[in-house]
């Protein structure tokens, strides 16, 4: 027997609630108080259990339909068929409370009315069951949608068929006709339509293109009594129009990435420039479509083709046929927006050059508020001024270079195009006045009578041997030097001849009965090569600096330093100028020298090289000093002032004021 303990808010609602639950009726439940609403809780406990149902004997049990057998006959019910009136009638027995109707089945008659919800029943009253009883059929109607782009046929299909209940009814507390009915299939009758129908309903509807071959398959396949939808024709739509669109080539990309070493380099450059005629956008132009056709046979236009025009700012233009963007200066490329592109040709980096931004390369002029770390680079094509110090870094200036601040350690180049052109010039003047006296010496000792049994070969190599032991290693050296520079001004004849000179002065090469004459001619082209060389330094080309510390300055034009300059090899093509101190290191002028302070007496020796033809000139110096005009040296063991050397008439003139030794 079932029972429960529960809550609620009456005993109405609990005995409702649990009759719904257990399917039974409302009185056939039994509930005891066990606590009512109080203080604390507003709500009745109660215990609900099914009543014990009896016999009408008092002392024999009720007994459930699950306890009796199928086949008791006093728990079977027949249905009566009623063929003139097409239904049934269903006698009832005495365990049978309610009926729940099943109105898709058929229609279900409480004494003469019709019921469409569950309804009690007792065994007096009169059940009668219409069943339904289909003819079937199948039928359609044809729309036209979206304007003509489809044909859809809405098809109404019903099964034939009819319901009806078995013969021998097991009886329940309820009867329940969806789980009892029984479907029969049965010949149509009903209104079945046929491809022709179809056919002229396509026709009717001046439906001309786009008709479906197998609509009529599927209509058949439609089984399931209710509406289903079939494409009957489809319109062919226009193919896509292809609008005109831009292809961006100023994209941030990768830097500093290696795929080889498979590394990233945090001191690389982290912007991308790009040369002049470099395109940065290309407009691809739009393409229309082709036109399509609707089921009515009436054409479908293609969408129209949306053009784009590109929006030029600064240092770009359009290529001639107007589909190109093009720098007309090397930059850095800047893209506004979709259609708007300029070029900067200006790098302001308001900051220090650091991890964050990664070292500068730019073709243009480069202005750096800050200072520049250690490990990074700046290149510039154009003039570099730098607000702040730099820091053992490297700094390339191609038209100049102003620092503001110090230089502590680091390289400085200056016009590297100019630096590079007359070190080579330098080399090749050094290794022609060498190899020049080499031969003719070597000549002169082939023609002496006291060596008439050496050879040509011999005489070369002991001559290089006893006077000129580092002409081979200076051919070695220029030849390394050739190979990596990159200058139009390198041409595939001087190469050539220094690998030549190299092959007939290194190891076993001058015994060669060839080197001798070969080397000559290398020799005489040389002379015109060094003659025809010019280098040309631009005018103002300029490297200022405060304050230089252990530092490798390289510069094309003038050097100038405002305060001082500490162990460091300075290297100008022009004019050199310390208005503070020069203490230690080297200074290499290709012009005039004017120099604050000169050398120390605690410190390495402070050397000063210029040309003949120029000047030096110094306020103070110390002792400690080498000066080179040409290939003279002239030793300073003692402090002078007002110091002046230069050469006049083919000598060296040094002119000064020796400083009293209280003044130093």
């Not at 069951?129 to 046929?153: K, M, Y």
């Not at 009867?175 to 009892?180: P, Q």
Request: aromatic share 8%.
């Amino acid at each position: 027997m079932k029972e429960e303990t529960t809550r609620g808010k009456s005993i109405d609602n609990i005995r409702n609630e649990y009759a719904r639950k257990w399917d039974c009726q409302p009185e056939d439940l039994d509930i005891e108080v066990l606590d009512k609403p109080g203080f604390l809780s507003r709500q009745w406990k109660v215990r609900v259990c099914m009543k014990a149902k009896q016999t009408d004997s008092t002392d024999a049990p009720f007994l459930t339909c699950e306890e009796v057998e199928v086949n008791e006959p006093s728990l079977q019910i027949r249905p009566i068929w009623n063929e003139e009136e097409k239904k049934y009638l269903v006698p009832l027995i005495p365990s049978v409370r309610q009926i729940i109707p099943y109105p898709l089945a058929g229609a279900t008659y409480f004494n003469g009315e019709l019921q469409m919800e569950p309804f009690s029943v007792k065994e007096e009253d009169r059940i009668e069951f219409i069943p339904c009883d289909n003819l079937g059929h199948r039928t359609w109607d044809i729309v036209l949608r979206q304007n003509g782009l489809s044909a859809v046929a809405k098809v109404k299909y019903e099964k034939p068929g009819r319901y009806e209940l078995p013969e021998v009814i097991q009886a329940d507390t309820r009867l329940k006709w969806e789980d009892i009915v029984i479907w029969k299939d049965t010949p149509p009758e009903g209104t079945y339509w046929d491809n022709g129908h179809l056919q002229a309903d396509i026709v009717r509807l001046k439906i001309v293109h786009g008709v479906r071959n197998e609509a009529w398959s599927e209509i058949l396949n439609i089984k399931e009594t209710g509406e289903a939808e079939v494409v009957v024709a489809e319109a062919t739509l226009p193919s896509p129009t292809v609008h005109t669109r831009f292809e961006d080539f100023v994209g941030e990309c990768a830097v500093g990435y290696d795929e080889n070493k498979e590394r990233i380099d945090f001191f690389a450059s982290k912007r991308n420039f790009i040369d002049e005629g470099a395109v940065l956008a290309r407009k691809i132009p739009g393409q229309e479509g082709s036109p399509g056709k609707d089921v009515l046979g009436r054409p479908i236009p293609p969408l129209p083709v949306k053009d784009l025009q590109f929006k030029l700012k600064k240092n770009v233009q359009l290529s001639e046929d107007g589909l190109e963007v093009i720098a007309s200066c090397a930059g850095f490329p800047v893209r506004v927006d979709e259609t708007t592109y300029l070029v900067e040709n200006i790098y302001l980096l308001n900051q220090d050059v650091d991890l964050e931004t990664g070292s500068v390369e730019f073709p243009r002029d480069v202005f750096i508020n800050g200072n520049v770390q250690d490990g990074f680079h700046v290149f510039s094509g154009g003039k570099v001024e730098i607000q702040g110090s730099v820091s053992k870094a490297e700094i390339r200036a191609e038209k100049g270079l102003k620092i503001l601040r110090n230089v502590l350690g680091g390289h400085l180049i200056v016009g590297v195009r100019y630096v590079v052109r007359a070190e080579l010039l330098r080399r090749l003047k050094e290794f022609y006045e060498a190899l020049n006296p080499c031969l003719l010496q070597a000549a002169e000792l082939f023609g002496c009578p006291e060596a008439e049994r050496l050879k040509t070969g011999q005489c070369l190599k002991l001559v290089i041997e006893r006077r000129y032991p580092d002409l081979p290693k200076m051919s070695a050296d220029l030849e390394k030097f050739v190979l990596k520079m990159k200058d139009e001004i390198l041409t595939q004849e001087i190469v050539l001849l220094i690998r030549t000179a190299k092959r007939f002065l290194v190891g076993l090469g001058p015994l060669d009965p060839q080197a001798l004459p070969l080397l000559q001619r290398v020799d005489q082209a040389l002379e015109q090569i060094v003659l025809n060389i010019s280098v040309e330094v631009p005018e103002k080309l300029e490297c200022s600096v405060t304050y230089i510390q252990g530092a490798n300055v390289e510069c094309g034009g003038s050097f100038i330093c405002y305060k001082g300059a500490y162990n460091s090899t300075v290297q100008a093509g022009g004019d050199v100028k310390i208005e503070g101190v020069c203490r230690g290191g080297k200074v290499i002028a290709g012009g005039n020298v004017e120099i604050g302070e000169l050398g120390g007496s605690e410190v390495s020796i402070t050397t000063v090289q210029f040309n003949g033809t120029k000047r030096l000139k110094v306020n103070y110096c110390h002792p400690n000093v080498m000066i080179i005009v040409d290939k003279e040296i002239i030793q300073i063991e003692e402090p002078y002032r007002q110091l002046e050397v230069y050469r006049e008439r083919g000598m060296v003139q040094v002119e000064r004021f020796k400083v009293n030794p209280k003044e130093s």
